[in-house]
């Protein structure tokens, strides 16, 4: 059984930094294709950084380009996602994701294989 476990939420100022952590059970994590989407309250998830597994290739959506870094610890099983100059838009529950397919940040979320239960961010301002 999978499973991704996330962790590393919680609520900061707005500056301010935080790393999320996910961390999968159940399936050979070099496989797969991960990323990180969120979803604020009303909106719909959005796909905002994700990784390759092969060539460790990496995207940023527009609003977090230069702000985030994700990263990836295969021996210990674990994507990251590490938040600088936190934002009060970049408030919402954060998901990590798996998928076989690649372009897995452009991805419909039903057409997403494995999905974490999510952390949540809160970013004051």
């Known amino acids: 059984q999978v499973h991704l476990v996330e962790s590393g939420g919680g609520l900061v100022q707005a500056g301010g930094s935080l790393r999320l952590s996910c961390t999968a059970s159940?399936?050979?994590?070099?496989?797969?294709?991960w990323g990180w989407f969120r979803q604020a309250p009303g909106e719909e998830r959005e796909g905002i950084s994700c990784?390759?597994?092969?060539?460790?290739?990496?995207y940023y959506s527009d609003s977090v380009k230069g702000r985030f870094t994700i990263s990836r610890d295969s021996a210990k099983n674990t994507l990251y996602l590490q938040m600088n100059n936190l934002k009060p838009e970049d408030t919402a529950m954060y998901y990590c994701?798996?998928?076989?397919?690649?372009?897995?940040?452009?991805?419909?979320?039903?057409?997403?294989?494995?999905w974490g239960q999510g952390t949540q961010v809160t970013v004051s301002s």
């Open positions: 159940g399936l050979t994590f070099d496989d797969y294709y």
């Open positions: 994701a798996a998928n076989v397919f690649p372009r897995l940040c452009s991805s419909p979320p039903a057409a997403v294989a494995y």
């Open positions: 990784i390759n597994w092969d060539d460790y290739s990496t």
